[in-house]
């Protein structure tokens, strides 16, 4: 199986709210840095949101701060959930699961950074 799978995705109406899970399994992923990035038609990953080991700390992007929330659950398998409110059909696009190793000197905003990615999921917000 797969280190990072992601569920959840699916078409849903402007207004509305999707939340996704992604599994970490394989490996500990209990010290890694976890991260929900998202590629809409045509551009590059950006990040969505990130989480630290710990869950204390979190980083958003600009365009989905006051509305997407991220948490995650650290056990035998580390589970990873972006909860995405007041969908917008500028949040269309394919989410990824990424998970980075504390390493010094990474930036959770840089995909390059992070060490494991899971296949995606497509979010299609349309009315």
């Known amino acids: 199986q797969a280190p990072l799978v992601e569920d959840g995705g699916g078409l849903v109406q402007p207004g509305t709210s999707l939340r996704l899970s992604c599994v970490a399994s394989?490996?500990?992923?209990?010290?890694?840095?976890m991260g929900w990035f998202r590629q809409p038609p045509g551009t590059e990953r950006e990040l969505a949101a990130a989480?630290?080991?710990?869950?204390?700390?979190?980083?958003y992007g600009d365009s989905v701060k006051g509305r997407f929330t991220i948490s995650r659950e650290n056990g035998e398998n580390t589970m990873v959930y972006l909860d995405m409110n007041d969908l917008r059909p500028v949040d269309t696009g394919v989410y990824y699961c990424?998970?980075?190793?504390?390493?010094?000197?990474?930036?959770?905003?840089?995909?390059?950074?992070?060490?494991?990615w899971g296949q995606g999921t497509q979010v299609t917000v349309s009315s």
């Open positions: 989480i630290s080991w710990s869950g204390i700390s979190t980083n």
């Open positions: 990424a998970a980075m190793a504390p390493t010094d000197g990474r930036n959770v905003y840089y995909a390059s950074d992070y060490d494991y």
């Open positions: 394989g490996r500990t992923f209990s010290d890694y840095i």
